[in-house]
Every structure is written in structure tokens, then in C-alpha cells.
């Protein structure tokens, strides 16, 4: 059975740092590109980042280029978000996500975590 | 990059009726886009991908259709349970964009 765990999530003022995991089970972890999607409060979701399953090729939305980095351990089946400068509008739920497509990915998703909450606030 | 716009945003149907949401692509993207649920307080979970197959597991009463600009998600006989958000994503190209979302209630 597929698992996706994240933590890391928490309250962080704004300019801070924070950094997400994601502990995967069930699959062949570094068979398989992954990504963050995040959903703030009330609202709908949104890409963040997407990695490939061997790690060399990163993509990240506009909204958080130059902040974010996005990476794995596959020998842990580990995906992780480093979050850099953060800002208000970051505040949400991320979600760990898997692309069931190994080579290529496809880049939709057929198994989600639960969420890690991440609240910007003074 | 290309928007996605879902219609409605919100509708309100019975048990049994025929419900269909459209999703609008601001360029052509194939037949790249996806169809999630997401029912309250829970997770996105995938119905559709390729713009009309259906997901291992997901009712044979959700169907998705449409290629290039307009797609749409089909529910031929609404069920108490189906009461969700769907939302469908694009997966041509980065970025890998959602449409803002349908309530169904």
C-alpha cells in the first residue's frame, strides 16, 4: 500500500525557514518522479515543485522560484522542501504528491499525503 | 502560461441527476489534463487522467471527455457521497496548473 507521510510543518514569521518531509512506503520510490502541491486555507490547489525520480531535474512555480528547493533521498524514500524567505501568502497545506509515470513522469498524481501545515505569521 | 477556468464554480444538483463541470484551457494542451475529488477535510484523490480514463477504482458513473481547449467531467447519476470539489490540472508542460475548482453540493 502506497504511504506518503509529511512533517516538518509549523508556525514561521515571516523571512523565516522551514523545511518539509515526506516518508514514502509501498512503491519503488526512486522509480518515480514526486512533487509538492500546496492548498491555502479555504482555497484551491496549487503546484509548488516537482522533482525527477533520479533527482537531476527540478521545475517550481513562479510563485516560488528562487525560494524553494525541492530534493530527495532515495536512499531513504525521502522527498523534502526547503523553504526559504518565507511569506505570508505561503501559509497552507502541503502536500506530498506521486506521479505514477517513472520514465518519463507524467506529472499528475495518483496518490497524495496527508498534509503538513505551514502558517506564516507575526 | 496557460490558465485554466473551470465552470461553474459552484452548483447544486439532487441524487440521481446528471451533472457535468467543463474545464477551459487558455492554449491547447492535448489531452493532458486530469480530473481530481476532493471530498471536505480530505485529500485529492485522482479520477481521470488523459482527459477521459478513468482512474483503477473510480464509479464507472464519473467519465471525462474533450481534447485541446475544452474538456468536461461527468457525473451520470449524482450519489449523497459525490459531494466534493473537483478540480481538473493540466500536465502538458510546466507548470502543472489546477483549475480553481467546482463545489458540488
Known amino acids: 500500500e502506497v504511504q506518503l507521510l509529511e512533517s516538518g510543518g509549523g508556525l514561521v514569521q515571516p523571512g523565516g525557514s522551514l523545511r518539509l518531509s515526506c516518508a514514502a512506503s509501498?512503491?519503488?520510490?526512486?522509480?518515480?518522479?514526486m512533487s509538492w502541491v500546496r492548498q491555502a486555507p479555504g482555497k484551491g490547489l496549487e503546484w509548488v515543485a516537482a522533482?525527477?525520480?533520479?533527482?537531476?531535474?527540478?521545475y517550481y512555480s513562479d510563485s516560488v522560484k528562487g525560494r524553494f528547493t525541492i530534493s530527495r533521498d532515495n536512499s531513504r524514500s525521502t522527498l523534502l522542501l526547503q523553504m526559504n524567505s518565507l511569506k505570508v501568502e505561503d501559509t497552507a497545506v502541503y502536500f506530498c504528491a506521486k506521479d505514477p509515470g517513472s520514465s518519463p513522469p507524467t506529472h499528475y498524481f495518483d496518490f497524495w499525503g496527508q498534509g503538513t501545515l505551514v502558517t506564516v505569521s507575526s | 502560461d496557460i490558465q485554466m477556468t473551470q465552470s461553474p464554480s459552484s452548483l447544486s444538483a439532487s441524487v440521481g441527476d446528471r451533472v457535468t463541470i467543463t474545464c477551459r484551457a487558455s492554449r491547447g494542451i492535448g489531452s493532458y489534463l486530469a480530473w481530481y475529488q476532493q471530498k471536505p477535510g480530505k485529500v485529492p484523490k485522482l479520477l481521470i487522467y488523459?482527459?477521459?480514463t478513468l482512474q483503477s477504482g473510480v464509479p464507472s458513473r464519473f467519465s471525462g471527455s474533450g481534447s485541446g481547449t475544452d474538456f468536461t467531467l461527468t457525473i451520470s447519476s449524482l450519489q449523497p457521497e459525490d459531494v466534493s470539489t473537483y478540480y481538473c490540472q493540466k500536465y502538458d508542460t510546466a507548470p502543472w496548473t489546477f483549475g480553481l475548482g467546482t463545489k458540488v453540493e
Open positions: 488523459a482527459a477521459s
Open positions: 522533482i525527477g525520480s533520479s533527482g537531476n531535474n527540478t
Open positions: 509501498g512503491f519503488t520510490f526512486s522509480s518515480n518522479s
